[in-house]
């Protein structure tokens, strides 16, 4: 009995279907097979050692206490005219004059290369007028370049790094011992054609890391705050998070003191402030109109640290009212006095007692009731 057509068509249906099942199962089969062959061999473990096996290695410090250790990234902030390319050639000068201190602190001396792109002819004056004030009885291993090395430049980078590093041989051949600092004055002038907050830098903190990792240097980079957080770093984020150590200058613009702040540091405590001076210094040179040249150095300052101030307007007002008087004499108030001192300055009749609860619960004023006074008295009257 013939089968009919219906019937033949259904049997070729399940051979094909059969036939794509089986397609399937090579196909399968041939995959598991193909990357079989092709698996990579077992990996390398990343090198370990047992903490009780690993022998201390000290720091190699260069200044003592600020992070400037050899293999670092340091970063000197400042906004223009706060001393930090005068504070940076101060330093690194001490450090290459093989002095035994720098403002106080410990150092360990040894050659500096300064690549001062921004103002060499600057930095030049400001490291001669300290070397005469130091009178030291050799020259100092002090190399200034003013060339730019494009760290932050996309085909400029890579190039420029191996430049540093080669720069860094050269003045350790000349020399005959290690390079201690490679200073750049400014980031900014560093970054080529990179933008600032983006991968230009990115590409200059991978740079200074690798040439403080590979040349065992202190890289140092002298930059300025951002503009919506003095307390930051212009630019890219990813410039705080790699420095080891960030020193912040600040000028107090009545007294003319500078004061450079340990804001951040790994492996040492923050807050240690240095306080110094700019000081003039005429040259024995002259300029084009024929007087004499001159510049800045740094010198320690010896005036006293102004007192905080508090952040209210009253207790602000109430402040340099007491201070005005203990300058004329007066050292202790009673509490009604300190009071009535507040409504002749024009403070609303309620709001001097709170003024003065304010400077008492900041320690700005301190006694009794019957008997207060100023903690940080005004340094004219102090003995």
Not at 126 to 132: D, W
Not at 297 to 307: D, E, I, K, L, S
Request: aromatic share 4%.
């Amino acid at each position: 009995m013939s089968a009919s057509p219906d019937d033949l068509a259904a049997r070729l249906d399940r051979w094909a279907e059969n036939e794509l099942e089986r397609d399937d199962e090579r196909a399968a089969i041939q995959a598991i097979e193909t990357k079989q062959e092709r698996k990579a061999p077992p990996s390398a473990p990343f090198h370990f050692r047992r903490l009780d096996k690993i022998e201390p290695e000290p720091p190699s410090e260069i200044v003592q206490g600020l992070g400037f250790d050899k293999g670092t990234v340091v970063a000197i902030v400042g906004t223009p005219n706060s001393g930090k390319t005068a504070l940076a050639v101060s330093l690194v000068l001490a450090v290459a004059s093989h002095a035994e201190r720098w403002m106080g602190l410990k150092v360990a001396g040894g050659p500096v290369i300064y690549f001062a792109p921004e103002a060499p002819a600057s930095v030049i004056l400001r490291a001669r007028a300290a070397v005469s004030r130091l009178a030291l009885p050799h020259s100092p291993a002090f190399y200034i370049s003013n060339s730019v090395p494009a760290l932050g430049g996309e085909l400029t980078s890579s190039i420029d790094e191996r430049r540093v590093e080669a720069t860094i041989d050269a003045v350790q051949a000349a020399e005959g011992e290690r390079v201690r600092v490679a200073l750049f004055d400014t980031l900014a002038s560093c970054l080529g054609d990179g933008e600032e907050n983006g991968d230009g830098m990115l590409r200059l903190v991978a740079a200074a890391k690798w040439i403080a990792f590979t040349a065992g240097v202190c890289a140092v980079l002298v930059h300025h705050p951002s503009k919506g957080d003095g307390a930051g770093l212009r630019g890219h984020g990813s410039l705080a998070a790699a420095c080891d150590s960030i020193l912040r200058i600040e000028s107090d613009e009545l007294s003319g003191i500078r004061t450079a702040t340990l804001i951040k540091a790994r492996d040492h405590a923050t807050g240690l402030q240095i306080r110094f001076e700019l000081e003039p210094v005429a040259l024995g040179e002259r300029d084009s109109f024929g007087d004499p040249l001159t510049t800045i150095v740094v010198r320690p300052t010896t005036q006293r640290a102004a007192p905080p101030r508090p952040s209210g307007k009253r207790q602000q007002q109430l402040l340099c009212e007491l201070e005005r008087r203990y300058r004329s004499g007066e050292r202790a108030w009673d509490e009604a006095t300190v009071r009535k001192a507040g409504r002749d300055l024009g403070i609303p009749r309620n709001s001097p007692a709170d003024a003065l609860k304010g400077l008492i619960q900041a320690g700005y004023v301190t006694g009794s009731p019957a008997s207060l006074t100023l903690k940080f008295p005004p340094e004219e009257c102090t003995k």
